[in-house]
């Protein structure tokens, strides 16, 4: 899966405690939307990932944990997709629109 992970636009990266982090950030033209965190996990032997995201709302905020054994990646990004749609649309970060210059990060 940590192959598939990396096709998919994860960037790897190794934690202080030796844990392995995948994150793929999800943008569009507007901002970027959210990130997904993916942890791998090492238990009797056997990986694991564990998926996260968080979501910003006009209600709070929520987070929610999704674990590979149930869907797969694309059905995971899926289920994220949908929950940042139903749940307003709020994005992580706009984009400053500039003349011929879409998509610029605003700093």
């Known amino acids: 899966m940590e192959v598939k992970l990396l096709k998919l636009g994860?960037?790897?990266f190794t934690q202080e405690d030796e844990?392995?982090?995948f994150q793929k950030k999800i943008s569009d033209y507007t901002g970027i939307k959210y990130?997904?965190?993916?942890?791998?996990?090492?238990i009797n032997?056997?990986?694991?990932?564990?998926?996260?995201?968080?979501i910003s709302t006009?209600?709070?905020?929520?987070?929610t944990d999704l674990c590979d054994t149930i869907?797969?990646?694309?059905?995971?990004?899926?289920f994220m997709?949908?929950?940042?749609?139903?749940y307003g649309k709020n994005y992580y970060k706009k984009f400053v629109s500039q003349e011929n210059n879409e998509g610029v990060e605003n700093e």
Do not use: P
């Open 71 to 78: 869907l797969n990646i694309k059905e995971i990004e899926r």
């Open 35 to 42: 990130f997904i965190d993916c942890y791998m996990y090492t």
């Open 58 to 63: 006009d209600y709070g905020t929520i987070n």
């Open 19 to 21: 844990s392995v982090l």
């Open 10 to 12: 994860y960037r790897r």
């Open 45 to 54: 032997n056997k990986k694991r990932f564990e998926f996260k995201i968080q």
């Open 81 to 86: 997709e949908d929950l940042w749609f139903y």
